[in-house]
């Protein structure tokens, strides 16, 4: 157990339609980051956040959004969702210390999303 | 840019016996930090190990160890004495300085048999 925990595990929905992905870092941990795994792009940076601050956007869609709240939980949404967006959604966190530092991000269980 | 090569899609190991699954990388930056996942059948992606590119020494954690050659830009996972249990997808990633992101290879399918 990696220590962060994301919620729902699994999603299905409908195009068109908006969710919304849970994340909750390790104790202690600022940064959290978002990636997306599908069998067409492979595993995909979309977004960090360091206590409670954009710090680097990836290839993230402009239909996808993000937030890291005071109590440092992170929230992933995804909205107007098309077939495309089927995908495997990690949250990953790490100490987030100074920007750059070679941190082991540690992953939560993902999300898996199935859009229909 | 930087990019992650892995160029072995699927490898076969008994069980007890070691095995290589090969990494390079591509960056022009000094200073960069590599990182082996692994994912098994059931989603979640598990750390392994690291290796700092000023590390002197190779990166050993347990039945894993990365043997890392700089000048060939390569940091190849051995993991010995393999497991049943071992059978996942891996995963090899790189992180450079100036930049929290990770980059992923494709990845490598290992299958131990008994």
């Known amino acids: 157990d990696s220590g962060v925990t994301q919620t729902p595990k699994h999603l299905i929905t409908a195009t068109g339609q908006r969710v919304t992905l849970r994340c909750s870092p390790r104790?202690?941990?600022?940064?959290v980051y978002w990636y997306q795994q599908s069998l067409d792009q492979g595993l995909q940076f979309l977004i960090q956040?360091?206590?409670?601050?954009?710090?680097a956007k990836g290839n993230i869609l402009e239909r996808f959004s993000a937030q890291q709240f005071p109590d440092l939980h992170s929230e992933l949404n995804l909205s107007s969702l098309e077939l495309g967006d089927s995908a495997l959604y990690f949250c990953?966190?790490?100490?987030?210390?100074?920007?750059?530092?070679?941190?082991?991000?540690?992953f939560g269980p993902g999300t898996r999303l199935l859009v229909l | 840019a930087q990019k992650i090569t892995q160029t072995q899609p699927g490898m076969f190991v008994q069980e007890k016996e070691a095995v290589t699954l090969d990494c390079t990388y591509d960056t022009s930056d000094p200073s960069y930090g590599l990182f082996w996942y692994k994912q098994p059948s059931s989603g979640e992606m598990i750390f392994l190990i690291y290796?700092?590119?000023?590390?002197?020494q190779n990166a050993t954690e347990g039945r894993y160890s990365l043997n890392f050659q700089k000048a060939r830009k390569s940091a190849n996972l051995v993991i010995s004495a393999s497991q049943l249990g071992d059978s996942a997808m891996y995963f090899c990633a790189i992180n450079v300085l100036g930049t929290d992101k990770l980059i992923f290879g494709t990845g490598t399918r290992l299958q131990v048999f008994p």
């Open positions: 956040y360091y206590n409670g601050e954009e710090r």
């Open positions: 104790s202690g941990d600022l940064s």
């Open positions: 290796q700092g590119s000023y590390d002197q």
């Open positions: 990953a966190s790490s100490a987030g210390g100074a920007s750059g530092g070679q941190e082991t991000q540690y």
